[in-house]
Each structure stands twice: as C-alpha cells, then as structure tokens.
C-alpha cells in the first residue's frame, strides 16, 4: 500500500491527507465517524444499502462502526487527493455533556440510517477543510489544542446540516465489534500493527489483547 500511496500525512488520528495517482480498492472499517473532502479525483464508496461516488469539491460524511469497500480513483490525470477528519468519541462526548440538559433535538429524532451521506457544500464545510489545507500541504503539525478545537467546529457544521445528527454522533453504546479470528485470517499478510488491528476491528489496543487472549492460547504477534 505504501507504494500506491504519495502522501500520506497523518496527525493525530484526527487529521489525515493523502494522495493516490493509482487506482486502489479495499474493504475499509470506520471504527469512529469521519468526514471526508475530495480535492481531486473521485471517492467510490460501496456499502450494504448503496453506492455513492464523491467527486471533487465534495463532502461525505462516513458513520462509525460499519464496513464499506471503497475505491479511490484519479480523474483527468490528476491523482486522488482527499482530507480525512475524525470526531474522536471523547471529544464528542465532553460536547453532548455540554448540551445535552437543554437539547431537545436529542430526543424523538432518528439517527442516519445510511452508512455514507453526502453533504451539502456549506459556506461552514468550506470554511473548516480550507483551514486544513495549508497543514495537509505542508509538514507542519497543528497543535493538539487546534485540532480539538476543530472537532468542535465540525460537530457544529454537522449539526446545523441535519438534526438526525444529534442522535447519530451522541450514540455512545458500545463501540461495534467483529469476529477477531476471522478478521486476523483474513488480512494476516497485511503489514498492519496491532494498534491498527485493534482499531479496525473496534477495539482499543488493551479490548483487543483481552478478547484476543479469548479466542487463542497465542498472543497476537506469536499468532
């Protein structure tokens, strides 16, 4: 994958670019909710209930704990180039504390049902990726206090988008789980770590050993 992939900048596991000039195509796990903005190129995203494609000067809203395949695509002889933006759990959680007493939008509503949605291009969107752009283009790091900041800013955007946003990110039951045996079977010769095996089954590092020792006499790494 290393080789498919140019640029990839990742900070913090919230902010992510990267760019792809080839083709490629796996099954992704979305282990928390996520936004996406396509620069150039075109996102493909193949869930249960739908496809949806993204293309360039697009927004997509990704909902945690699901499976999708997905498939990156140049356009134009230009590579795939995208911001990925993650609404960690507890920065979530310290916001719905903070409204939840007087949020009357949290109650009777339902949640988005669809594992992607498209969203509108919104002077508030355009706004928070414009601001990511100068350090997805750069190897400056933003500040820890930044970044936190801007997940604020981007539960804002969502919620004035759509009130089935209230109730899709202040979910908090427990984080989706899948089999760990099949999982490991199936993608043992990636070149993955094991904190990028637990996330990708739903599972911080420490669930990920204690439900692994469950399963098998062997470690993770021996196994």
Known sequence: MSKQIENLINYG?????CRIPHDM??????PAHSVIFVRSGKLVIEGRERTDEVTAGNYVFMRRDCSVNVTKVPL??????AVCF???????KEYYNRIAPTCKKLRRTPPLA???SILPQTVALKSLFDSFLPYADSTEA??????????QEAIMCLLSIDARFYPTLFDFSEA??????????QNYTEDMTLEEFASYTGRSLATFKRD????????????
Do not use: C, N
């Open 212 to 223: 692994f020792a469950k399963v098998s006499p062997l470690p993770p790494q021996r196994w």
């Open 142 to 151: 933003p500040s820890d206090e930044w970044l936190k900041l801007k997940v």
């Open 176 to 185: 989706w789980k899948i089999d760990l045996l099949d999982f490991m079977e």
């Open 25 to 30: 195509h796996w099954e992704h796990r979305m």
């Open 114 to 116: 669809q594992t992607a």
């Open 76 to 81: 134009d002889g230009k590579p795939y180039l």
């Open 13 to 17: 596991d919230i902010l992510l670019s």
């Open 86 to 92: 993650t609404l960690p759990r507890k920065e979530l």
